[in-house]
């Protein structure tokens, strides 16, 4: 009977959700253990001058090494910090270990985070920050900080006085992932910012999409008119980087130059392009 059914319908619900709600509980109680335990590592994406083909700097992307379920997404474990209000223990793990990491590295290559905007909400950030690289002895004029658009809504005058204190120390702010969601021209008013990131949904798609194409096209000369240079993330081939390039797209990144890579990857890396100075501070402990 329709009675029936629906007693049963309701009953495969029951059971469906009360396994996401356990894979939940499992992914933010495994995280809660993870952080302390750094098994949340930076991962290095190369970030390339498109007119040089120089290695300029690394964005940094977190990764989850599971003891039994391998590389896990940030993408699936981000949004749970973030939520369980973890993102902020998390974020500071990750900058110590790429700051402390990046230590020996050439003092040419810089290196980019991304601040999640719950943690725009915490009116220490910049300040948490800036003790953070005085204590790896990282250079504020090295750091550059991602922020996406969405981070921009909640509250605004804090946003602005942390940013202030973060480009006071020398520290470059990138608007992440224009084009997408939230996206508002004002919002380039709002905050300084010193370089704007084309989502890599148009570049991984502008190829076969001329929609695409145009778009970038537009985001590149916006750039040209208000004076910030460009990055293009996603290029996954040769051709777009030159298109981007000829574009007016200054910096670029994608699987094309390198998925991006563990620390001991990075180092390798440098190694053989010469960008690794003499040896590592030994009055200073590597922090892992
Ligand atoms: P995002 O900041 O826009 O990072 C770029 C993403 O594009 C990365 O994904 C990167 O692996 C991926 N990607 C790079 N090159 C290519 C390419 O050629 N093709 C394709 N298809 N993808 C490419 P990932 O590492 O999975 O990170 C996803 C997002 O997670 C990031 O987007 C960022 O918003 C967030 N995230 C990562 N690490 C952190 C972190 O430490 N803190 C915070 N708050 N967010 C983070
Ligand atoms: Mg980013
Ligand atoms: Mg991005
Ligand atoms: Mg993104």
């Known amino acids: 009977s329709a009675k029936k059914s629906g007693r049963n319908r309701f009953a495969w619900f029951d059971r469906s959700m009360e396994r996401e709600l356990e894979a939940r509980n499992e992914l933010e109680n495994g995280l809660r253990s993870a952080i302390p335990r750094q098994e949340i590592v930076p991962y290095f994406e190369q970030q390339i001058d498109l007119a040089t083909m120089r290695l300029q700097g690394f964005e940094v992307l977190a990764r989850w090494e599971h003891p039994t379920r391998g590389l896990i997404s940030p993408e699936e474990f981000i949004p749970v910090a973030e939520e369980t209000g973890m993102i902020a223990e998390l974020s500071m793990s990750i900058m110590r270990q790429a700051f402390a990491s990046a230590r020996d590295w050439d003092s040419s290559i810089s290196l980019a985070v991304n601040i999640s905007p719950w943690q725009l909400r915490d009116a220490w950030?910049?300040?948490?920050?800036?003790?953070?690289?005085?204590?790896?002895?990282?250079?504020?004029?090295?750091?550059?900080?991602?922020?996406?658009?969405?981070?921009?809504?909640?509250?605004?005058?804090?946003?602005?006085?942390?940013?202030?204190?973060?480009?006071?120390?020398?520290?470059?702010?990138?608007?992440?992932?224009?084009?997408?969601?939230?996206?508002?021209?004002?919002?380039?008013?709002?905050?300084?910012?010193?370089?704007?990131?084309?989502?890599?949904?148009?570049?991984?798609?502008?190829?076969?999409?001329?929609?695409?194409?145009?778009?970038?096209?537009?985001?590149?000369?916006?750039?040209?008119s208000l004076n910030l240079p460009v990055t293009a993330e996603g290029i996954e081939d040769e051709a777009v980087a030159a298109r981007l390039l000829a574009m007016g797209c200054s910096k670029g990144q994608g699987w094309h130059f390198g998925k991006p890579l563990s620390m001991t990857g990075a180092r390798r890396l440098l190694a053989e392009k010469r960008l690794l100075t003499a040896a590592p501070n030994p009055d200073q402990p590597p922090v892992r």
């Open 125 to 224: 950030l910049a300040q948490k920050i800036i003790k953070l690289l005085t204590e790896t002895r990282f250079p504020a004029e090295r750091l550059e900080v991602e922020i996406t658009e969405s981070a921009l809504f909640d509250n605004m005058a804090l946003a602005q006085s942390i940013i202030g204190s973060l480009k006071n120390q020398g520290i470059r702010l990138a608007l992440d992932d224009f084009g997408t969601g939230y996206s508002s021209l004002a919002h380039l008013r709002a905050l300084p910012f010193d370089r704007i990131k084309i989502d890599r949904s148009f570049i991984v798609s502008m190829s076969e999409n001329p929609d695409s194409a145009a778009i970038v096209t537009a985001i590149t000369k916006l750039g040209e």
